[in-house]
């Protein structure tokens, strides 16, 4: 099934698509840097053998008219500082607001489904006017806005067709706000996803359900001790319970506690205790794993506890390079992760290679779509499309 890929920074929301079963037609990014870790990881979005178009510039040049009626899925994370809750918060005003690029590809190309990742700060109540606009863009790509007319005015004039049912939406749109922790990423990023299918087509879909707790890690902790066995940490070297979390664990030894089968939440050490201190081996042979010294806490930024999931990967632009992405020890010393390990936290392959300082690449991957949960979610998708193909073509027989 043939993709476009919008706004692909480093390629996580790519690759989950290409795991998924998705053929890429034309892959979409403006910066250098991010374009060339895609261009040196090529093999990774090519295991269907498809040729696709890497377009390096700003998506508002990119011509989508030559994919129109080819496409079968539209993904990708327009540009989140819009909307970040550690950006300025100017939403529509900012200029790197990109959700107009993306309501133009699906309204030129017409694909039977799209994803479109953005950050949490989306669904604040000082955008919930424009988060609306979005959701009837998408859902009636069909209704552009006129010329000279602001989006306050289409908006009124899009919720006045959804109220009047006088025309019925050409896409069935959804989203969610999802935890990548609780589908086994080893990091609490929480991103809002709006997934749609063209009407047409009568799909019934829904978000796949978490497959990982965070219960289910106190219960690895706390009650089997399973965890930290696993770990071969003694029991001097396991932090202190505090007593809210104590009578938290004491409900979940209860016999009658279940979690419905799901899966401990991955933590920092479950994804990176098989790699070398990079400050005590400098001359490590692990790709991009290299020590980065002056590493801080400061106000709203005091790094990620080795044994839970990381806190979400930052960009960047927060001070200092690599802002948040820092490993809290369990005495409680820290360091930078190397790029190598913010790649394992963002679930890449260790073979994928990075382009770029190490301030540029920390950003890359500060902005990337975890692979796993990317990957989750594009199967669901592409299951539901394969289903409705293969309906349509049994009715035809």
């Known amino acids: 099934m043939s993709s476009i890929e919008l706004f692909a920074?480093?390629?996580?929301?790519?690759?989950?698509?290409?795991?998924?079963g998705f053929q890429h037609s034309a892959v979409v990014e403006w910066n250098g840097d991010a374009c060339q870790t895609i261009r040196e990881n090529r093999s990774h979005y090519e295991s269907h053998g498809e040729d696709f178009v890497l377009f390096e510039g700003d998506a508002r040049g990119f011509d989508f008219e030559p994919f129109s009626g080819g496409v079968e899925i539209i993904s990708g994370g327009p540009p989140c500082q819009p909307f970040s809750l550690g950006g300025k918060h100017q939403g529509s005003l900012d200029e790197r607001d990109m959700f107009p690029v993306a309501v133009q590809a699906v309204r030129q190309t017409m694909p039977k489904a799209f994803i479109f990742e953005n950050v949490k700060g989306l669904l604040r109540q000082s955008f919930s006017g424009y988060f609306e606009y979005i959701y009837l863009q998408l859902s009636y790509p069909d209704v552009p806005k006129n010329r000279g007319e602001t989006w306050s005015d289409h908006l009124a004039r899009l919720e006045a067709i959804h109220t009047s049912g006088s025309k019925k939406p050409t896409y069935h749109v959804v989203f969610r706000l999802l935890n990548a922790a609780n589908y086994g990423v080893p990091q609490k990023r929480e991103r809002v996803f709006l997934v749609g299918f063209r009407a047409d087509l009568g799909i019934k879909w829904s978000f796949p359900e978490p497959t990982h707790s965070e219960d289910q890690l106190l219960v690895s902790k706390w009650v089997t001790g399973d965890y930290w066995k696993r770990h071969k940490v003694p029991q001097n070297k396991r932090p202190q319970l505090s007593e809210k979390l104590a009578?938290?664990?004491?409900r979940l030894a209860q016999p009658e506690f279940d979690c419905l089968g799901m899966k401990p939440w991955v933590t920092v050490r479950d994804a990176i205790s098989d790699l070398p201190d990079p400050e005590k081996q400098p001359q490590n042979k692990i790709l991009n794993h290299v020590y980065v010294p002056g590493a801080r806490t400061y106000p709203g930024h005091t790094g990620s506890p080795v044994d839970e999931p990381s806190k979400t990967l930052k960009a960047g632009g927060h001070g200092?390079?690599?802002?948040?992405?820092?490993?809290v020890r369990p005495d409680g010393s820290l360091r930078y992760f190397t790029v190598r390990e913010a790649a394992r936290i963002q679930t890449f392959p260790d073979d994928y290679i990075f382009h770029g300082s190490w301030g540029e690449t920390m950003r890359q991957l500060g902005n990337a779509v975890p692979v796993k949960l990317a990957e989750v979610v594009a199967k669901s998708v592409a299951n539901a499309l394969n289903q409705e193909q293969s309906s349509r073509a049994t009715k035809i027989c």
């Open 247 to 250: 009578k938290r664990i004491a």
């Open 9 to 20: 920074g480093a390629g996580g929301l790519a690759m989950g698509m290409a795991r998924a």
């Open 320 to 327: 200092v390079p690599g802002g948040e992405n820092m490993l």
